[in-house]
Nanobody, 115 residues
């Protein structure tokens, strides 16, 4: 069973920064792709950013230029650096990984951006 554990969420003022971490119980080379999703109250879960083991990345238009996804295979950890945060970024952020067509999710971490 693959476990993904997120950390780094919290409360921040608009314009501030946070870094989320997602640590996997297996080598992240096996998780391909890995990504961050978010879900705001009353809204569907949406992709924020994704990264493959080969270094390709993909971002939602709403976060391009502000968020950066990265993977550290030595630490089996994926990160999401979030800068210039906006109140509309407020959501529960989930780590996701795909292993041989099986989807794995973290428990989620709350990010709240105050105006």
């Amino acid at each position: 069973q693959v476990q993904l554990v997120e950390s780094g969420g919290g409360l921040v003022q608009a314009g501030g920064s946070l870094r989320l971490s997602c640590t996997a119980s297996i080598s992240i080379f096996r998780l391909d792709p890995m990504g961050w999703y978010r879900q705001a109250p009353g809204k569907q879960r949406e992709l924020v950013a994704a990264a493959t083991s080969g270094g390709m990345t993909n971002y939602a238009d709403s976060v391009k230029g502000r968020f950066t996804i990265s993977r550290d295979s030595a630490k089996n950890t994926m990160y999401l650096q979030m800068n210039s945060l906006k109140p509309e970024d407020t959501a529960v952020y989930y780590c996701h990984g795909l292993v041989l067509l099986h989807n794995y999710w973290g428990q989620g971490t709350q990010v709240t951006v105050s105006s």
